[in-house]
């Protein structure tokens, strides 16, 4: 499990303070990659701006994608990453504070793989990580793109 990486997209702080705190609470010592806005994401993904040096590989195990970002929103960053025969196959779970339906309804249609709300207080918070982390990293199987 420890070879598995996450891509997590996050520009609140704070959220992703909370976020690297649950995974270490519940013991998932995987590499975890923060990128703050979308224009990142998908620079990192591709290997292109400031992560050209990194390149094509390796791929995250998962990505956890926010919604409301700078510069890009999640919903055209999700597009992008099915459009692209590399990432396709990718699998993202948008993790969320927004409680739109047409956010999760847009968010299915372009191809996320889950839509988790990020719950408001630290313990159900943490148990969602744990489950986030133990399916994602440990029970599902990707496929590899073409």
Do not use: C, H
Not at 30 to 35: A, F, G, L, T
Not at 89 to 94: G, H, M, S
């Amino acid at each position: 499990m420890k070879n598995k990486m996450i891509l997590l997209v996050e520009d609140n702080a704070g959220d992703e303070a909370l976020t690297l705190r649950a995974f270490k609470k519940n013991n998932i010592v995987n590499e975890v990659v923060v990128v703050r806005d979308g224009v990142e994401a998908l620079d990192y993904l591709f290997a292109t701006g400031s992560f050209a040096e990194r390149g094509p590989q390796p791929m995250p195990q998962v990505i956890l994608l926010d919604l409301k970002l700078p510069k890009l929103d999640g919903l055209d960053v999700l597009r992008q990453i099915r459009a692209t025969e590399s990432t396709r196959r990718l699998p993202v779970v948008i993790f969320t504070s927004s409680s739109e339906e047409e956010d999760m309804i847009k968010s299915y249609d372009l191809g996320a793989n889950s839509y988790v709300r990020k719950p408001i207080q630290f313990d159900q918070f943490l148990s969602a990580t744990n489950q986030l982390g133990m399916y994602w990293l440990l029970l599902n199987e990707t496929a590899q793109a073409k």
